[in-house]
């Protein structure tokens, strides 16, 4: 199965400031998932990353205030603008690889 | 559209003793079943799937789920849990038609496993 680096790991950042975090997978992937996982909850997706088209994103995101960038098939980035408290959550990205999805460490962010 | 449902949100249980964490699923078509593990303070990781084929799938750490199409779930078991095997685990669906497509994830077990 694939192997996906995502940084970075944890970050504090002030509110009305953007973060953006990388995933880099070993192997080239179609498509790539990022979910957000806010404190004690569950995963949700927020869009889909195709590369060479724009991501697809879920209800109740939009790309204003979390962009993605996918300039190959190794490489995507998210980033968290205009950052308040209630974005502070784990942020995971995911690809599809063998016969299953596997995902990144995550970014676990805090907005103070 | 898919939706997974987990009826326990925390499940404690003494070390040796079995184990069901619950899951069942909603979808009108063929669909991908998952079961994740996370661990205090990482990521998720992949316990076992459920594509097609024998019904019973199995994981290297000892857990089974059993595909039941009928009742429409994918309850997640152990025989005997150890304290390593406390975490947090999730159940997932994904549509099984037309290649892979986004994961549904239930809202979670926390598996508390007590001395």
């Known amino acids: 199965s694939a192997v996906i680096s995502q940084k970075p790991s944890r970050d504090i950042c002030q509110r009305g400031t953007s973060l953006t975090i990388q995933c880099q997978v070993d192997s080239q992937v179609t498509m790539m998932f990022w979910y957000r996982q806010q404190p004690g909850q569950s995963l949700t997706l927020i869009a889909t990353?195709?590369?060479?088209?724009?991501?697809?994103?879920e209800s109740g995101f939009v790309i204003d205030k979390f962009p993605i960038s996918r300039p190959n098939l190794t490489f995507s980035t998210l980033t968290v603008s205009n950052m308040s408290p209630e974005d502070s959550s784990i942020y995971l990205c995911s690809v599809v690889a063998g016969e299953g999805y596997t995902f990144g460490s995550g970014t676990r962010l805090t907005v103070v | 559209a898919q939706s997974v449902t987990q009826l326990d949100s925390q499940v404690p249980v003494f070390e040796e003793a079995p184990v069901e964490l619950r899951c069942n699923y909603s979808s009108s078509v063929s669909v991908y079943l998952f079961w994740y593990v996370q661990y205090p303070n990482q990521g998720l990781q992949l316990l076992l799937k459920?594509?097609?084929?024998?019904?019973l799938v199995e994981s290297i750490n000892g857990f089974e789920a059993e595909f039941n199409k009928s009742q429409t779930s994918f309850h997640l078991r152990k025989p005997s849990v150890h304290i390593s095997d406390t975490a947090e685990y999730f159940c997932a669906v994904s549509l099984g038609s037309g290649g892979y497509q986004k994961v549904t994830f239930g809202t979670g077990t926390k598996l508390q496993v007590i001395p």
């Open positions: 990353a195709n590369q060479g088209s724009e991501a697809t994103y």
């Open positions: 459920y594509l097609s084929g024998s019904t």
